[in-house]
């Protein structure tokens, strides 16, 4: 296909900007999708916000995108044109790593796209560009009619599912998600699935009510004094079994370890710039027998499960959309996306 495409480039702090780009041509195992809509995670607003010096600008960001393959290379075979997909971030599929099914992070050798620059001096995996080409391994088929905003949920909500397998939640168990934020909603959402039985805190009115509305009952805000007296209620006495940090802020970490158990699991799901402070005393772990278990990126194992879940609807992210601006306002979605307390703000990246 040739021509040029729209490109959604962050060019420096507080400046995002539409880029015209050439379409990229593709080889015989390679497949072009044209993007529709591309989700702003929270490390693309936070180098918007200039947190993130680490990411280079210029920035063709986005990762959390969905589209509609529109071509194919003579060697692809399982992919046609007008599949509705979503990207995952995979490894190479042939180092020891990746045979051994650990996420794309370990691959011997994959190079983030972040630190990489283009022949036209762009960093960034181009999720918010109008084309992207990719090979079929990272591309995982989406319900014609689930709408793009939605299928852009795969990449987060695979780390989700990756991290609960990692925690080895069980039917039954009684889990305390920390944080109601979009990954801390997944989080609960996915532990459920799994047959948690789930306990959601954050201190945010707007959030409880989102968890609220995906059924959740037992929830708790922090900043009573009833925190420990309200775990204890719904636990029947009995205390937790695991505890998923969703939050990168320093009081989540003292809370999760003034509440936990003897036994108790602790998923480190969230990280923050700069890092919050972390308190820990070691005899804790040790005579309590607690583990802490950690967590990043995902297995294609989960990022088939997620696609699976946002296929049949198992997992809800529709109250996890805060709006929905077209790619020439860029600058007002990423104001949007970086508001404190906001869920995901969707770029249209293509009618
Ligand atoms: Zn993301
Ligand atoms: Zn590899």
């Not at 989700?160 to 039954?172: D, K, N, T, Y």
């Not at 995902?298 to 805060?322: C, E, H, R, V």
Request: glycine fraction near 8%.
């Amino acid at each position: 296909m040739n021509g040029t495409m729209k490109m959604s480039v962050l060019v420096d702090v507080k400046k995002a900007e539409i880029h015209e780009g050439r379409i990229p041509e593709i080889k015989s195992n390679e497949v072009l999708v044209q993007n529709k809509t591309c989700n702003i995670c929270t490390a693309d607003y936070q180098q918007w916000l200039g947190l993130r010096p680490q990411q280079h600008f210029n920035m063709a960001f986005g990762h959390e995108n969905a589209g509609i393959v529109v071509e194919v290379g003579s060697e692809v075979k399982n992919i046609k044109v007008g599949e509705h997909v979503a990207f995952g971030v995979m490894g190479c599929g042939e180092c020891e790593d990746c045979r051994k099914s650990f996420n794309a992070n370990f691959c011997n050798y994959r190079t983030s796209s972040y630190a990489l620059k283009d022949a036209e001096g762009y960093y960034g995996p181009k999720g918010a560009s109008e084309y992207k080409v990719s090979v079929p391994r990272v591309l995982f088929k989406m319900r014609e009619d689930l709408p793009s905003q939605e299928a852009g949920f795969l990449e987060p909500l695979a780390t989700v599912v990756e991290g609960i397998q990692r925690l080895r939640v069980s039917p039954g168990e009684k889990v305390l998600v920390i944080g109601a934020g979009t990954m801390g909603i997944l989080n609960a959402q996915v532990a459920r699935l799994f047959g948690a039985d789930v306990i959601i805190s954050d201190p945010m009115e707007k959030k409880l009510k989102t968890a609220t509305e995906l059924g959740f009952k037992h929830i708790i805000n922090p900043t009573g004094n009833d925190f420990e007296e309200k775990i204890s209620e719904f636990t029947d006495g009995k205390g937790l079994d695991a505890i998923v940090i969703a939050v990168g802020v320093t009081s989540a970490y003292k809370q999760a370890f003034d509440v936990a158990p003897k036994g108790c699991r602790f998923l480190i799901f969230a990280a923050s710039f700069p890092a919050p402070t972390w308190e820990l005393d070691p005899n804790k772990v040790h005579y309590k027998l607690w583990e802490i278990i950690g967590t990043y990126g995902a297995s294609s194992k989960s990022y088939q499960m997620a696609a699976d879940f946002l296929n049949s609807g198992q997992i809800n992210t529709k109250p996890l959309i805060d709006a929905v601006y077209d790619i020439e306002q860029i600058q007002e979605a990423f104001t949007a996306a970086a508001k404190p307390g906001s869920y995901r703000v969707a770029l249209k990246i293509t009618k």
